[in-house]
């Protein structure tokens, strides 16, 4: 049985729920960002008690179809954006066509009813997040980063990043009160 499971986004996450499943006595043949494949069903009785300790701890349960299909379209920018080691080839509405072979218009319309913005807006946020961690980590240039994360130039990079944060990146660098918003958060 395969769960799709809300609100995970990191390599702690996966441990997370791996480690709760097991106190379920479920022992997970696989978790991944977004979901968890267990060897059987779960009655009415353990989803609900698993989905009251995953909201607990900030994730969810998902049963409703749409809201799957968007959680894993959310999956795929993050581990694209965050985890991956070559950026795209393709845009991400080519890429995400293809992921979920459906058009991307469909898609696009789907995500912005459920999330509330638009599936490039959720990218931007994305980006611009990484480009923050990329700046605190401070091993990267603009320029690198730029390429990492597929932007077409860093006159680009930083033109959004000022219309995202309103500093830019190098002001940003310098200002080292700002926090960064948690993927979860996002």
């Known amino acids: 049985m395969k769960l799709s499971i809300k609100n995970m986004v990191c390599n702690r996450c996966i441990m997370m729920v791996k480690s709760e ?5 479920l022992h997970p043949d696989a978790v991944r960002l977004g979901e968890a494949e267990i060897s059987r069903d779960l009655s009415a009785e353990e989803k609900h008690d698993l ?8 994730f969810e349960l998902l049963d409703d179809r749409k809201t ?4 894993s379209v959310k999956t795929c920018i993050l581990e694209s954006i965050h985890y991956s080691e070559e950026p795209l080839k393709i845009t991400f509405s080519e890429y995400l066509s293809e992921k979920f072979n459906q058009d991307y218009s469909t898609l696009s319309k789907l995500f912005s009813e459920v999330q509330g913005m638009t599936i490039e807006q959720y ?8 480009v ?5 980590y401070d091993e990267l240039s603009l320029s690198e980063i730029a390429l990492q994360l597929n932007y077409s130039s860093v006159s680009h990079l930083s033109k959004q990043f000022k219309k995202v944060t309103g500093l830019t990146p190098t002001h940003f660098k310098q200002v080292k009160e700002i926090k960064r918003i948690p993927l979860d958060k996002l």
Request: net charge positive; no cysteine; charged share 45%.
């Open 51 to 58: 989905d009251a300790r995953f909201r607990e701890l900030g």
């Open 123 to 130: 990218v931007i946020t994305q980006k611009i997040e990484k």
């Open 68 to 71: 799957r299909l968007i959680e």
């Open 132 to 136: 923050k961690e990329l700046l605190v």
């Open 21 to 25: 499943l097991e106190k379920f006595g």
